[in-house]
């Protein structure tokens, strides 16, 4: 292969992950809009839903057409039921939390709250695994320190322009927290995934989960709603129907394409473009203000995040982060002890 050939594959790869983490960090920008029109989380997510189902479906239907010795392996009752509970934490809930957050903060603070989900990993893994140094403490290598402390500055930081003046739904710290839930849920999925993903496949459990997310999703609007509530303007389903394709089923094989041509560690690098892109486009759209304290948490949240991608710890069993939304928040995804070489994506969030 002649160098032409590859740097021309490098510079698709680039434009690939740049591409998905722009579309994947435009979702939330998209659904501020449709809050203007009055449409509630609950039915705008139910509305995404019923458009993005058949993708969700197509994995499962793929397999049926495979030869019998190449069909992954069956689902047992076990599998299902943990499947039912990764789909109802990791997705529903995430979702429901951010999409609900994301009415009392402004859209680049909300990513920039998802875009630390890679530390919680890096928490979670080393208090759930019960990994131990010598001393007995909980695991937490020291290079994931500085990356830690530079992310919840930058959110503190980002909280205290949006507080003091910047522009989002008025109650940004009931709304951070919401938000953080979301990367909370998320993160323990995360963790909680890698076996079933070695055994299903990314792509087949990411929609096994979303099935049971949409799912989740339906039950809750009808108990909470009327079928009336889906008569929503033409607006906002035009923006349900564009960011269920485009804000992310399209950015998942573009995310997953320019893993392939660079590597994750190139990738998360790049993909860092994604909340300065929902800053940009927030204020283009929304008219949201971005003040000094927001830039300045903005540049600790990304480079702690980025910082921690970066970070080389012991070698260790990796844990592939699910291909439905990574990532959203354009971070990288994290196994136990660090990155992981494979995309990451959020689903419905």
Not at 134 to 153: E, N, V
Not at 273 to 283: E, F, I
Request: with cysteine.
């Amino acid at each position: 292969m002649s160098s032409e050939s590859e740097s021309r594959k490098v510079k698709l790869g680039i434009l690939a992950v740049v591409a998905a983490s722009i579309l994947f960090s435009a979702k939330s920008v998209f659904f501020k809009l449709c809050y203007r029109y009055g449409t509630p989380p609950v039915v705008l997510q139910t509305m995404r839903g019923m458009f993005s189902l058949p993708f969700y479906l197509l994995p499962f239907l793929v397999q049926r057409f495979r030869a019998p010795g190449l069909r992954p392996a069956a689902m047992t009752g076990k599998d299902m039921l943990i499947i039912a509970w990764l789909g109802f934490s990791g997705y529903y809930l995430a979702s429901i939390f951010d999409m609900v957050g994301l009415q009392y903060v402004s859209a680049g603070t909300e990513r920039l709250v998802l875009y630390v989900y890679p530390t919680l990993v890096v928490l979670f893994s080393a208090w759930i695994f019960r990994k131990r140094n010598p001393k007995g403490s909980a695991a937490i290598p020291r290079s994931m320190i500085a990356p830690l402390l530079l992310s919840y500055a930058g959110i503190a930081l980002s909280f205290g322009g949006e507080a003091g003046g910047g522009s989002g739904g008025g109650r940004p710290i009931y709304g951070g927290i919401l938000v953080f839930l979301s990367a909370v849920f998320y993160a323990l999925f995360l963790v909680g995934q890698g076996r079933m993903i070695h055994r299903f496949g990314p792509q087949r459990l990411a929609a096994g989960c979303m099935m049971v997310s949409s799912v989740c999703v339906f039950i809750q609007f009808l108990a909470c709603y009327p079928w009336g509530a889906l008569a929503q303007p033409a607006g906002v389903y035009w923006i349900a129907g564009f960011t269920s394709v485009f804000c992310n089923v399209v950015p998942i094989y573009l995310y997953g394409y320019g893993v392939h041509r660079v590597g994750a560690g190139k990738a998360a690098v790049v993909s860092s473009v994604g909340p300065v892109s929902t800053m940009v486009l927030a204020g283009f759209l929304l008219g949201e203000r971005t003040g000094i304290l927001q830039l300045a948490g903005l540049g600790l949240v990304v480079a702690g995040t980025l910082k921690l991608g970066m970070a080389r710890p012991k070698p260790a069993p990796v844990q592939t982060a699910a291909v439905s939304s990574p990532a959203a928040a354009g971070a990288p995804p994290v196994s136990e002890s660090g990155p992981v070489t494979a995309t990451g994506a959020r689903g419905l969030t």
